[in-house]
T-cell receptor, first 112, second 111 residues
């Protein structure tokens, strides 16, 4: 079945460590996105990529980095520079243009 | 900057009731509007996608309407069931490929 796979489902990080969240899709979608969800704040865009080897900052990119070496994969690294990384992270994809989005099941990151 | 507002923030209804969730957006130059459902601790499930040229979309007991000129959309749920309990999110797609989300309506349907 086509879809988006995010892993791991739960992730714990010690302060000062970098961690990488995985996002893989087999929908042949061109565009991929990372959102962060916090209680009472809705979803906020971190980074997005419309094509391989190209990506743009969203509204809250500080402390995060991404890569897009393959069409299917868009990993997100949460660096030690991110001051408040504990949140629910959602990856999504779409066919560039006017298509709808498809979301993964999310990764819950907790800093311990 | 596009802003999306959803009213009410929370809603509790008895089973069987018909209900309406509201979504408004500030910039009417949109490509489409999408309604999602989110269960606690889960990802988003797409319910309905309305293109800017369309007025409504229907799927089963769900009907979504779009009035682009006034910046409004409604999600109508007929004959609500306890399994409909979830948070419902509205999102608009404007310039580029970015989605802007509302903060959601948390729906509880009581047996």
């Amino acid at each position: 079945d086509g879809g988006i796979t995010q892993s791991p489902k739960y992730l714990f990080r010690k302060e000062g460590q970098n961690v990488t969240l995985s996002c893989e899709q087999n929908l042949n979608h061109d565009a991929m996105y990372w959102y962060r969800q916090d209680p009472g704040q809705g979803l906020r865009l971190i980074y997005y990529s419309q094509i391989v080897n190209d990506f743009q900052k969203g509204d809250i990119a500080e402390g995060y980095s991404v890569s897009r070496e393959k069409k299917e994969s868009f990993p997100l690294t949460v660096t030690s520079a991110q001051k408040n990384p504990t949140a629910f992270y959602l990856c999504a994809s779409s066919i560039s243009g006017v298509d709808g989005y498809t979301f993964g099941s999310g990764t819950r990151l907790t800093v311990v | 900057k596009q802003e999306v507002t959803q009213i009410p923030a929370a809603l509790s209804v008895p089973e069987g009731e018909n209900l309406v969730l509201n979504c408004s957006f500030t910039d009417s130059a949109i490509y489409n509007l999408q309604w999602f459902r989110q269960d606690p601790g889960k990802g988003l499930t797409s319910l309905l996608l309305i293109q800017s040229s369309q007025r409504e979309q229907t799927s089963g007991r769900l009907n979504a309407s779009l009035d682009k000129s006034s910046g409004r959309s409604t999600l109508y749920i007929a004959a609500s069931q306890p399994g409909d309990s979830a948070t419902y999110l509205c999102a608009v797609r404007a310039s580029g490929s970015r989605l802007t989300f509302g903060e959601g309506t948390q729906l509880t349907v009581n047996p």
